[in-house]
């Protein structure tokens, strides 16, 4: 079955760059999601990545995909208070394209 | 509307008692999804309807919860016998269709944050 692993906490300065790290075990999978989720909201859709990609660039985000080892990255550059949130990664499997799995979430603290 | 909306936004109630959370999908949206996040943890999927009809109801928990859609918009989904465990935050998502990628994105809603006592 699908498994999502992620760090729980990230602190980082104000204006660095923010790395934020995922593995999942599902092999067949067709998309990965990046969300965020501010206190007392819903998520939100950052990037997504297909498969067949090695990395996405929208703006201060990147995304970096390793296929072989089953390893994806979100960066954010010049990191902002307002990017203090939790980080979901998400992906969904080629039978059920549908369902989407979730990793634990990892807390970015972003920090004068 | 502008996203997709939940209500009410925070519930309580008491164990054993019934519950409905109603969710409204983005305006033209086929597909529908109920997703539970407790505490600490990512959303877990629960539900998800292709228009009026279940088409995977493979996450929920047990037979004390169930979900409709039945004109394929709004979705409730209800709750009987609430135990303790229950409390968490219930999200809807909703999307064009149901396939991965930009076109199929699920949005979600704030959510309802349910706590029994």
């Known amino acids: 079955g699908e498994d999502v692993e992620q760090s729980l906490f990230l602190s980082v300065r104000e204006g660095d760059s923010s790395v934020i790290n995922c593995t999942y075990t599902?092999?067949?999978?067709?998309?990965l999601y990046w969300y965020k989720q501010e206190p007392g909201a819903g998520l939100q859709l950052l990037t997504y990545?297909?498969?067949?990609?090695d990395m996405k660039q929208d703006q201060r985000l990147t995304v970096l995909l390793n296929k072989k080892d089953k390893h994806l990255s979100l960066r954010i550059a010049d990191t902002q208070t307002g990017d203090s949130a939790i980080y979901f990664c998400?992906?969904?499997?080629?039978?059920?394209?549908?369902?989407?799995?979730f990793g634990a979430g990892t807390t970015v603290t972003v920090r004068a | 509307g502008a996203g997709v909306s939940q209500t009410p936004s925070n519930k309580v109630t008491e164990k054993g008692k019934y519950v409905e959370l109603r969710c409204d999908p983005i305006?033209?949206?086929?597909?529908l999804y109920w997703y539970r996040q407790s505490l600490g943890q990512g959303p877990e999927f629960l539900i998800y309807?292709?228009?009026?009809?279940?088409?995977?109801d493979s996450g929920l928990p047990n037979d004390r919860f169930f979900a409709v859609r039945p004109e394929g918009s709004v979705s409730t989904l209800k709750i009987q016998r609430t135990e303790r465990g229950d409390s968490a935050v219930y999200l809807c998502?909703?999307?064009?269709?149901?396939?991965?990628?930009?076109?199929?994105?699920?949005?979600f809603g704030p959510g309802t944050r349910l706590t029994v006592l």
């Open positions: 998502a909703s999307s064009l269709g149901t396939s991965g990628g930009p076109d199929y994105t699920q949005y």
């Open positions: 599902d092999s067949s999978s067709t998309y």
């Open positions: 990545i297909f498969s067949n990609m």
């Open positions: 998400a992906e969904t499997g080629r039978s059920n394209d549908y369902k989407l799995s």
């Open positions: 305006s033209g949206h086929t597909a």
């Open positions: 309807f292709q228009g009026t009809g279940a088409a995977d």
